[in-house]
């Protein structure tokens, strides 16, 4: 060991190694940005797909609670009109309560899953 070792010296000896290590932790990191997308691609299309649902369940529900309430009280506006009090009403309270209902949830079920997968990676890495 006559040469003084330094980092300089360290990288051309080992400059492969350096580039495979390199190479498969960018490797590994397009794998992990493609699991993401794909993930939240599919839950995108969930999404999507459950919200037209709901948009239909909404407005046959609607539909119905409005010929009921036209039956019973012999009139075509108010029975569409009580059925539209009924629905604002339905809204008002899911604005007032977004919150507590939706984004509070959302928040921690996306720490929980971000956690979960954080603990797998490093699971899968040791």
């Known amino acids: 060991m006559t040469e003084k070792e330094d980092l300089g010296s360290f990288f051309k000896e080992n400059k492969k190694l350096v580039k495979d290590y390199?190479?498969?932790r960018l490797e590994i990191f397009k794998l992990k940005m493609i699991r993401m997308i794909s993930k939240l691609g599919g839950h995108f299309i969930?999404?999507?797909i459950s919200l037209s649902l709901i948009f239909l369940m909404v407005t046959f529900t609607g539909l119905v609670i409005g010929f009921w309430l036209t039956d019973l009280t012999g009139s075509y506006v108010k029975?569409?009109?009580?059925?539209?009090?009924?629905?604002?009403?339905?809204i008002i309270f899911l604005?007032?309560?977004?919150?507590a209902l939706f984004v509070n949830p959302i928040i921690r079920r996306l720490i929980r899953r971000t956690m979960a997968d954080n603990?797998?990676?490093d699971a899968g890495n040791n």
Do not use: E, Q
């Open 119 to 121: 603990d797998n990676i």
């Open 22 to 24: 390199l190479d498969t």
């Open 79 to 90: 029975g569409f009109g009580y059925t539209t009090l009924i629905m604002l009403g339905i």
């Open 95 to 99: 604005g007032l309560f977004r919150k």
């Open 46 to 48: 969930w999404i999507i």
